[in-house]
């Protein structure tokens, strides 16, 4: 489990014990978690915070090297929620059109008539997005922020719910497009993806040597737990999570401090403000309270934050890091009593 995830900072245990889905859907959700993890080890805080994101109707930069169950962690969400996934690899020579989808010239009809792309789905892993040229990852910013693509000037919905789960590697930079901080913003959370540690690996060798494909979630044992009810349900009953002015007022002051810290060029905006305020009122929601705590605030800070800012190039040079640096905010902030 990695140290920077929510999961990392409270066990997502399920305090309704066995409590039936269709009276409490965040036993849906505690479901789902433990469905997944059938098939992805060692990734439970990853998993925890894709869940949030459904929740709070955001999307995902996942950061890992490859081979760390990525893809397979999507897949394998879709499946437990009954839900449409397509990938995208981002390459250099990837279009616009590629992606959203384009007009069709078809010579039965003289019409042209307008074929989807990859990003009308449910779940879309955008695959190494930082490979692709600025033009293609601006055509993400629409779909992401108005859940719409146009094309020729026509809006064309997209289906819901929808979540962008998009992935970089962090060690190689050779022949990538660094996103812009406009896109950067549009994430609601950045989640490392680490690599398991010797006992989580050992499980892995264990269940391919028994036969596990990732290819065959079914084969797996991967069963579809919840619904888009479920999911509903969920967004509205995170909807009416209590946040106290205490906790709001904390919240600003934590942006605030990112503003002035001396380490950093570029601090936490209020959209980055009201994103950490949903988040914490999804984490405390599948904690199973209805009320938003500081440590809630805490323990989303880092995912919600951490692409958000920007470091000054002295603080880069003296080995700072965006956890480093906001592990010293939070600290530098009175917490509400």
């Not at 925890?48 to 999507?74: D, Q, S, Y």
């Not at 010797?198 to 036969?211: F, K, P």
């Not at 209020?270 to 209805?290: E, F, H, K, N, V």
């Amino acid at each position: 489990m990695n140290a920077d995830t929510p999961a990392a900072t409270a066990d997502l245990a399920d305090p309704a014990g066995s409590a039936d889905p269709r009276d409490d859907p965040r036993a849906a959700f505690v479901a789902v978690r433990a469905e997944v993890g059938k098939a992805v080890v060692g990734q439970d805080g990853v998993i925890t915070g894709l869940l949030i994101a459904l929740l709070c109707r955001g999307h995902v930069l996942l950061e890992g090297v490859p081979g760390v169950a990525k893809t397979l962690l999507v897949r394998s969400l879709a499946a437990a929620l009954s839900l449409d996934a397509k990938r995208v690899q981002f390459t250099p020579d990837l279009m616009p059109g590629d992606v959203t989808g384009s007009l069709i010239y078809d010579t039965r009809t003289s019409q042209f008539e307008f074929r989807p792309g990859p990003v009308f789905t449910n779940l879309l892993l955008a695959d190494e997005i930082n490979r692709t040229p600025p033009k293609t990852q601006a055509a993400l910013l629409e779909a992401m922020e108005e859940r719409q693509v146009s094309v020729e000037g026509t809006p064309r919905p997209l289906p819901v719910p929808f979540l962008v789960a998009a992935t970089q590697n962090p060690v190689e930079y050779e022949g990538t497009y660094p996103l812009p901080e406009a896109q950067l913003d549009r994430f609601l959370l950045k989640l490392a993806v680490g690599l398991p540690d010797r006992a989580e690996e050992i499980g892995i060798m264990d269940r391919h040597a028994a036969g596990f494909d990732p290819r065959d979630l079914a084969a797996a044992g991967i069963r579809q737990v919840a619904t888009t009810a479920d999911l509903s349900a969920g967004r509205n009953a995170v909807l009416a999570v209590r946040v106290s002015p205490e906790v709001t007022g904390y919240i600003v002051d934590i942006c605030r401090a990112t503003r002035m810290s001396p380490s950093l060029r570029l601090g936490v905006s209020p959209r980055g403000a009201t994103a950490l305020l949903s988040t914490s009122r999804a984490w405390a929601w599948l904690s199973g309270r209805d009320y938003v705590t500081p440590d809630d605030v805490k323990a989303l800070a880092g995912p919600t934050f951490r692409h958000r800012v920007q470091l000054r190039a002295e603080a880069e040079l003296d080995g700072a890091t965006p956890d480093g640096v906001l592990d010293g905010v939070l600290s530098s902030v009175q917490v509400p009593r």
